[in-house]
């Protein structure tokens, strides 16, 4: 009697992309082998590459039907491109890894092993087991994603303390289990796994899988000052149990930067100048909200940055949005140094914490045109 042959699983391989054009068709091909193993999709998620990726993955995708891309405009982010890859997904199974061969593709069957015979809904590719081997990360880079890892640790719920790894790039998933936390993840966010493991609040059965971090042959890094500030905001956002809005939380340490701006550029204008505290501060407030602006809109804003024009006319509005609070600022802060007491500190502190919320919601909605 001639045995049934087993079902396949459905696989779905998540891999966004932003010019990887010499790297991408080495991989799809080494992922789709496959193919013998799983019913395979594999869905590129391109941000609009301007090296001939999104080019080369069409004709790809022509020519094969296991190959799906996914072309976006006017939109853009890692975490964004892998929550629209797997929502898109069709498989039951879902890999995320990184598109610039640093992921070794033995790593996802690996992981689908440790999933099913764990009966877990996640498995995390670890750079930092005793088994993982790194090849791709310098000693600075290793440094920064430990410390990253540990402030991790401390802003996660009790069930994700033994994972070693949040920043991974590679991860495996059960999608009917983790879809409901997937389409909560706040696309913007730091790192994907970081979000989805902080809105879950510790229901999903998770471990790790030892992973070896091969040297990116071509292109280079993606980390730069708004990955960092996303981390930091993301921290925060968790650890007050995601209750105050995560622009809310950026807008207000861009608004502690203004503070010191404020206090630096009074006391200098006292002390160089020999102006009077109340002469120096209409300055020093008109220096810390352009300060502001600027950083808002390379930050909290990027992904509605404005730029050229736009950037001198939104901040423009910005003073003028601002400009009513301002006077408060200013008013207060006199008031404060004339009734109250004479500390100068004090006294601008007063009155910056007084119009902190009028700038956020009014400057949100009518210079970045977001809601707040």
């Not at 502690?256 to 505290?277: P, Y």
């Not at 501060?281 to 404005?306: D, K």
């Amino acid at each position: 009697m001639n045995s049934v042959p087993l079902k396949k699983e459905n696989l779905t391989i998540v891999l966004p992309t932003f010019n990887e054009r010499k790297s991408i068709d080495t991989l799809i091909s080494q992922l789709l082998f496959f193919s013998d193993l799983y019913e395979l999709e594999i869905i590129i998620v391109d941000d609009n590459s301007t090296d001939g990726t999104t080019a080369l993955v069409r004709k790809l995708a022509q020519k094969d039907r296991r190959i799906r891309l996914i072309h976006r405009l006017n939109r853009s982010g890692l975490a964004s491109a892998i929550k629209e890859g797997i929502i898109n997904a069709t498989g039951d199974l879902v890999a995320v890894m990184d598109s610039d061969g640093q992921h070794e593709p033995i790593s996802v069957k690996n992981a689908i092993g440790k999933l099913r015979k764990e009966d877990l809904d996640l498995v995390v590719g670890s750079r930092f087991l005793k088994a993982s081997i790194i090849k791709g990360l310098n000693l600075q880079r290793e440094k920064g994603s430990s410390l990253a890892n540990r402030f991790a640790r401390f802003s996660l719920p009790n069930e994700y303390k033994h994972i070693t790894d949040y920043m991974s790039g590679f991860f495996v998933i059960n999608r009917d289990s983790c879809l409901p936390y997937v389409h909560k993840v706040y696309v913007n966010g730091f790192k994907f796994l970081y979000e989805l493991l902080s809105v879950s609040n510790g229901r999903l059965k998770v471990e790790e899988q030892e992973l070896i971090f091969q040297k990116r042959v071509f292109g280079s890094s993606k980390l730069d000052i708004s990955v960092v500030w996303d981390f930091l905001i993301s921290l925060l956002h968790s650890i007050c149990f995601r209750i105050l809005p995560r622009r809310a939380i950026g807008f207000a340490l861009v608004g502690a930067i203004g503070v010191f701006v404020q206090l630096i550029t009074t006391t200098t204008l006292m002390l160089i100048l020999r102006m009077s505290f109340k002469s120096a501060l209409p300055f020093a407030v008109v220096i810390a909200a352009t300060s502001n602006y600027l950083i808002n809109n390379a930050l909290t804003f990027r992904s509605q940055r404005l730029k050229r024009w736009l950037l001198v006319k939104g901040l423009l509005k910005f003073l003028l949005v601002a400009s009513l609070p301002a006077f408060a600022n200013i008013g207060l802060a006199t008031a404060f140094y004339n009734v109250i007491s004479p500390n100068t500190f004090l006294a601008q502190v007063a009155g910056i914490l007084v119009v902190f919320v009028w700038n956020y919601a009014a400057s949100s909605r009518f210079v970045w045109n977001t809601p707040s």
